[in-house]
C-alpha cells in the first residue's frame, strides 16, 4: 500500500472562453431540435441509415455490434416518434432542410 495521502478534488468543466463559465455551459441550448433529441452517436446512426446503409453496414462503418445499432435505432425509432426507419430518415431529412433554411 502507498503512505501517501491522496486529495480527491471535484473540478468543473472548463468553458470556452466567454461562454460565461461553467453555468453557460450547463444551460446551453442545443445547437439544433435533433441535438437536443438525439445523442451523438444516435445522429451518426441515423445519418448512415439516411445514406441507405443497413445495421450491418452500420456496425461495420462505426466498429460496433449489430445489436448495439439495433438498440440505437430503437431509441431513434422512439425519440422522434416514428414506427419504422423510413419514417425516421424522413423526419430526420426534414428537419436538417428546415434547419439549413433556417439558418441553424
Known amino acids: ?17 466567454g461562454a460565461g463559465g461553467a453555468r453557460a455551459a450547463a444551460t446551453a441550448r442545443p445547437a439544433t431540435r435533433i441535438d437536443g433529441l438525439l445523442t451523438a452517436r444516435e445522429r ?19 466498429v460496433i455490434s449489430e445489436g448495439t445499432v439495433k438498440s440505437h435505432v430503437k431509441h431513434i425509432l422512439r425519440k422522434l416518434r416514428v414506427a419504422n426507419r423510413a419514417e425516421a430518415v424522413s ?3 426534414h428537419m436538417v432542410h428546415r434547419e439549413r433554411r433556417a439558418g441553424l
Open 91 to 93: 423526419r430526420y431529412l
Open 44 to 62: 451518426e446512426v441515423l445519418e448512415l441509415m439516411a445514406s441507405g446503409a443497413t445495421n450491418t453496414g452500420v456496425a461495420q462503418r462505426l
Open 1 to 17: 500500500m502507498c503512505t501517501e495521502d491522496i486529495d480527491l478534488v471535484r473540478h468543473e468543466p472548463i468553458a470556452a472562453p
